[in-house]
T-cell receptor
């Protein structure tokens, strides 16, 4: 079982719909990252969360540390939001190791 | 643009060869991370350097090695290449050790034929 599980794996929606992508993890963490990867391959960091909720434009990310769960929401979705969204965690560890552990990603397509 | 640069963008080489991938972190960032993204394994952490010193190893093969130089740029060396090493290799940087956002470079696409 992967330490980081995302759902759904694939999601197709119509423009304007409210989108939710879920991430569950099984290890103790110090932070959770949401990343966006476009077809060209580049990875952009959207959010880093340790607790609570963050909002940036039409994107909202929440985390529940007790339940080991995070969600990424997109409001008023647009075709340009089409991308792979990746959840990644920084596991709690000694020695200052900061390498991330990744989910397999959610492939989102927004149709006009 | 994250401020992290990687060269080359694409690399095609044959099995058994050795290649070097280069990464320049954002100005002022002391930590550099290398990640591999393959179709079957997804994204995996390879290795982390902080201010010239190795800090952590992930799923890095013994055929692979890395270093961070005094000017903080980093190189990932891949040797005795196999077909399965074909992947996107990303470098990321952050200001220090601990809970920081990581900024990803554009990646180097390695194809081993």
């Amino acid at each position: 079982k992967n330490e980081v599980e995302q759902s759904p794996q694939n999601l197709t929606a119509q423009e304007g719909e409210f989108i939710t992508i879920n991430c569950s993890y099984s290890v103790g963490i110090s932070a959770l990252h949401w990343l966006q990867q476009h077809p060209g391959g580049g990875i952009v960091s959207l959010f880093m969360l340790s607790s609570g909720k963050k909002k940036h434009g039409r994107l909202i990310a929440t985390i529940n540390i007790q339940e080991k769960h995070s969600s990424l929401h997109i409001t008023a979705s647009h075709p340009r939001d089409s991308a792979v969204y990746i959840c990644a965690v920084r596991p709690l560890s000694g020695g200052g190791a900061d390498g991330l552990t990744f989910g397999k990603g959610t492939h989102l397509i927004i149709q006009p | 643009d994250s401020g992290v640069t990687q060269t080359p963008k694409h690399l095609i080489t044959a099995t058994g060869q050795r290649v070097t991938l280069r990464c320049s972190p954002r100005s002022g960032d002391l930590s550099v991370y290398w990640y591999q993204q393959s179709l079957d394994q997804g994204l995996q952490f390879l290795i982390q350097y902080y201010n010239g010193e190795e800090r952590a190893k992930g799923n890095i093969l013994e055929r692979f090695s890395a270093q961070q130089f005094p000017d903080l740029h980093s190189e990932l060396n891949l040797s005795s290449l196999e077909l399965g090493d074909s992947a996107l290799y990303f470098c990321a940087s952050s200001p220090g050790q601990g809970v920081y956002e990581q900024y990803f470079g554009p990646g180097t696409r390695l194809t081993v034929t």
